[in-house]
């Protein structure tokens, strides 16, 4: 977060379940300014998220973008349809399997190992441009 400029405070541990993303949206809603996007560690937590933003009347995306994790079958039928990163579970197993390899050969090695994952963000309708406060865009 300090890398792009954001504090973070606006990190919140949730638990990747539908209750996580509407707990985690009500503390983000708590705060002095409250994020203008969201991007959750799965599409649970997004959903989540949305159904918290639905109860407080908070307009998805007008007010707040929402980005999910995962791209689950669900994301296209939620209102409106979630923005989501879709990866290969496929090539998820292969590297966690080949980063436990590599602990199991190297078990004392300090040396951090860096694995790539392709990913797509596939566009939906929860997300926008960041609505305007006081004059000045929000980031």
Not at 14 to 22: D, P, T, V
Not at 72 to 88: A, C, G
Request: with cysteine; glycine share 6%; hydrophobic share 40%.
């Amino acid at each position: 977060m300090a890398e792009i400029g954001l504090s973070p405070d606006l990190i919140v541990v949730g638990n990747h379940k539908l209750e996580g993303g509407m707990n985690a949206l009500r503390e983000l809603h708590a705060l002095n300014q409250p994020p203008t996007a969201v991007l959750c560690s799965n599409d649970m937590t997004a959903i989540g998220v949305m159904r918290e933003a639905y109860e407080r009347n908070i307009k998805i995306p007008d007010e707040l973008s929402v980005i999910g994790f995962d791209d689950i079958h669900l994301t296209e039928f939620t209102i409106p349809p979630l923005t989501t990163v879709q990866m290969s579970q496929h090539e998820l197993a292969k590297i966690a399997f080949k980063a436990l390899l590599n602990v199991v050969d190297e078990p004392r090695t300090q040396e951090r190992q860096r694995y790539e994952l392709i990913t797509t963000l596939v566009l939906r309708r929860s997300t926008a441009l960041a609505p305007h406060r006081n004059g000045s865009p929000n980031h």
